[in-house]
């Protein structure tokens, strides 16, 4: 897949009018046509990525009695260690499937609006993560989350110039974003999967777009291009690997494409394990995503938060 897009975001951010004018129109051609693309030159610190890869290393590493003492405290909790068996991402678009091979962490926003009061809002994407009990293991995590809100609010900038937008349109509904980390561990097999097995399941991503920070070197990752066939997502050296959600789909009124993908397990890397890190952009809570274009509207307006709540219930269910 050597044509795989790769956006620059500091060639992006000092570059002329004009620059910025052709970095934004590639975007624009890729988001119409896979929704996928490599953001390199990011200005996430290294430090940074590589104290949060030692941390859940370290953590999935860990027996698993000692994992699930950060288990949910209830079904349906968006947060804290999910262990195998308990997710199938291809049911959110309704495609009944055996669970993922995969277990999770995840973690939510680090602080509550001032003034927030909605009741769904507090019991669930504002619920506490639940920590392990692992030294270091929450001040990396918070570090990269923090640097992946700043990232995003970044390629939200250029993605509202390649829809001819001012740079700041989407400012007023990402300022209080209701965004995830998940962890991802696909552990080794040893026996090959069941009929219709994934290490994750066919899905498309919920929210504004994700960032995902894939093993080096590992494969599985696979989008559905428009002609129908399964493409594999290399990991780029040095780059995040984006893809827009639903809720950028809906609000381009279906310009830009959330495509369908999914973790399968290569014959020759079924036997090793797969990690990677996926921040999943949410707008806050209350935003209400509608169509931002002078088109007819293919979709009616739905709020962030109840959409976001939705999607979850359907792959956790």
Known sequence: MQDFPILDLSAFARGDAAARAAIAAEVDRTCRETGFLAVGNHGVPEQVIADIRAAVTAFFDQPAEVKHRSAPPRPGYPYGYLGPGTEALARSKGQETPPDLKESFNGGPLAVPEGESDADALAFCYAPTIWPDLPGFRPAWEAYYREMEALAARIMEVFAVALGLAPDFFAPYIDAPISALRALNYPALDRPPVAGQQRAGAHTDYGSLTILLPQPGSKGLEILTPQGEWRPVPPVEGAF?????????????DRWRSTLHRVVPPPEAATRRRMSLAFFHQPNW????????????????????????EKFTAATG
Do not use: F, K
């Open 286 to 309: 209350h935003a209400v995503i509608g169509n931002l274009t002078d088109a007819p509207p293919v979709h009616a307006p739905v709020r962030s938060g109840p959409y976001l709540v």
């Open 241 to 253: 690997v984006i893809n827009i959600g639903d809720l950028m789909e809906r609000w381009t009124n």
